[in-house]
């Protein structure tokens, strides 16, 4: 499969083929280090923001936010939180922001509630691609 990369990520011209990109490719082997390994930096923004998208969706999908908080993906709540901002989503990232390890297990069980409602409505996708397509059209 291909890398993710700087080079790979600028040929795509719309958002819905960026993403589709990103998202078949983001947990092959060769992409599985891309939080730790400097490439993620290297990416445009708007990039960054569908990976930490993408990354939190799959994961509060395949095992809840209990689990979420204790794996790799719960280190990089702030900027998971900053992606749905970005992309328009601000009721998602404010939820995310509120979230805290010292925090209650049904303090966690209700903001876990008020996610699902907004990832399995997939609305959000929306706002994302909108904010994409506007970031691509910005880099031609």
Same mark, same amino acid.
């Given at each position: 499969?291909?890398?993710? $990369?700087?080079? /790979?990520?600028? $040929? *795509?011209?719309?958002?819905?083929?960026?993403?589709? &990109?990103?998202?078949?490719?983001? *947990? %092959?082997?060769?992409?599985?280090?891309?939080?730790? $390994?400097?490439?993620?930096?290297?990416?445009?923004?708007?990039?960054?923001?569908?990976? &930490?998208?993408?990354? &939190?969706?799959? #994961? &509060?999908?395949?095992?809840?936010?209990?689990?979420?908080?204790? @794996?790799?993906?719960?280190?990089?709540?702030? %900027?998971? /939180?900053? /992606?749905? *901002? @970005?992309?328009? $989503?601000?009721?998602?990232?404010?939820?995310?922001?509120?979230?805290?390890?010292?925090?209650?297990?049904?303090?966690? #069980? +209700?903001? #876990?509630? +008020?996610?699902?409602?907004?990832?399995?409505?997939?609305?959000?996708?929306?706002?994302? /691609? %909108?904010?994409?397509? #506007?970031?691509?059209?910005?880099?031609?």
């Amino acid at each position: 499969m291909a890398k993710i $990369n700087k080079n /790979s990520v600028l $040929n *795509y011209r719309n958002s819905d083929e960026l993403i589709d &990109f990103i998202a078949m490719n983001r *947990y %092959e082997a060769e992409n599985q280090d891309i939080l730790t $390994n400097g490439i993620l930096k290297t990416l445009p923004s708007f990039v960054q923001d569908v990976i &930490f998208i993408i990354d &939190f969706e799959t #994961e &509060f999908e395949m095992q809840g936010l209990f689990t979420l908080l204790e @794996n790799t993906t719960g280190n990089y709540l702030t %900027e998971i /939180s900053k /992606s749905f *901002y @970005n992309t328009k $989503n601000i009721e998602i990232s404010t939820l995310i922001s509120e979230l805290n390890i010292q925090m209650q297990e049904d303090q966690i #069980e +209700q903001i #876990e509630k +008020q996610i699902t409602k907004h990832i399995l409505e997939k609305e959000f996708w929306k706002n994302v /691609s %909108e904010t994409i397509n #506007e970031n691509i059209k910005n880099c031609t």
